[in-house]
């Protein structure tokens, strides 16, 4: 297993738990799990419907967001791919200013965005595209922490994208408050949050934890230019208690308890660095 910094190249040090690892110099988290995407079993641990409901809210109001800024960038629109567009709903969007596809690898997930008529191929990017596609957007939301391979993907996007193309990523940040907070919790033994926020013995865990800071040095690295960054918000009230009961692990006790803590907590946690960060670079 290679275990250089994919953005520094230093040596990985030993993590939190067995299947993690960080590095002392930027700061970069990886971890060692492995995904069971299109494993029929996989998708009995979660409740898909339970799942799009409690993500819904909080998700189409930051898709929103960020199509005002890529369509403030990209003012006469063009071609966008949604890379693992899941149940569609940032494809939908996007579809009202740009000619848009969207690219779902999940079996299941796949047939049930298509059911609704969307744009949407199965497979991997960049797979999954003809050989001559290219496009002015490319956008992963909640995606890229997930591809074990990063440099061959963003490798693939540079390559995918016309002369001036934005490359717009969405992803979870090491910086962020409840990560902070699932790091200190296993300083007292108690590992779960740490292990829910990395998605472990989830179909498709997180592989990768960057902030700001290192994701900007590695798309530097691979021939982008930041052009915009910023912080989205992780919860809203709505759909919070479905988001929360999900993964069907906990009590229903300490699942209400964890829902009046985070709502009671929720003014207060916005004004804190957010665990959801966008970044929208240039093709160079
Ligand atoms: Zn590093």
Same mark, same amino acid.
């Given at each position: ?11 990985? %040090? ?17 971890? @060692? ?38 369509? =403030? ?32 690898? @999940? ?7 298509? %059911? ?14 003809? %050989? ?11 995606? &890229? ?13 540079? %390559? ?16 962020? &408050?409840?990560? =902070?907070? $699932? ?17 472990? @013995? ?17 798309? =530097? ?7 915009? $960054? ?37 003014? &207060? ?7 959801? &960060?966008?970044?929208?670079? =240039?093709?160079?």
């Amino acid at each position: 297993m290679n275990n250089n910094c994919p953005v520094c190249n230093g040596i990985l %040090a030993s993590g939190i738990q067995p299947w993690h690892f960080e590095c002392v110099t930027c700061c970069y988290e990886k971890a @060692d799990l492995q995904p069971t995407i299109n494993d029929s079993s996989s998708h009995e641990l979660i409740n898909e419907t339970e799942r799009e409901t409690g993500l819904r809210e909080v998700r189409i109001s930051n898709f929103n967001k960020l199509l005002r800024i890529i369509s =403030k960038l990209k003012p006469t629109g063009g071609t966008l791919v949604d890379v693992g567009c899941a149940h569609g709903w940032f494809v939908e969007a996007a579809m009202k200013k740009f000619d848009v596809l969207g690219v779902e690898p @999940d079996e299941v997930v796949f047939k049930s965005t298509a %059911a609704k008529g969307l744009p949407v191929r199965r497979g991997y990017f960049p797979d999954a595209l003809e %050989a001559s596609e290219t496009f002015d957007v490319v956008v992963f939301n909640d995606v &890229i922490e997930h591809i074990p391979s990063i440099d061959n993907v963003l490798t693939a996007c540079h %390559a995918r994208l016309n002369e001036g193309g934005l490359l717009v990523l969405n992803l979870p940040s090491s910086d962020g &408050i409840f990560y =902070k907070l $699932s790091r200190l919790f296993c300083r007292i033994g108690k590992f779960g949050f740490f292990e829910r926020l990395w998605q472990k @013995d989830l179909p498709s865990p997180h592989v990768h934890y960057f902030n700001n800071k290192n994701l900007s040095d590695l798309l =530097k690295k691979q021939n982008f230019a930041v052009i915009k $960054s910023g912080m989205l918000p992780t919860l809203g009230l709505q759909g919070l208690y479905t988001r929360i009961s999900y993964t069907g692990k906990q009590g229903m006790i300490s699942r209400v308890f964890i829902y009046c803590a985070i709502a009671i907590s929720l003014p &207060i946690l916005r004004l804190l660095p957010s665990d959801i &960060i966008y970044i929208v670079a =240039k093709k160079t």
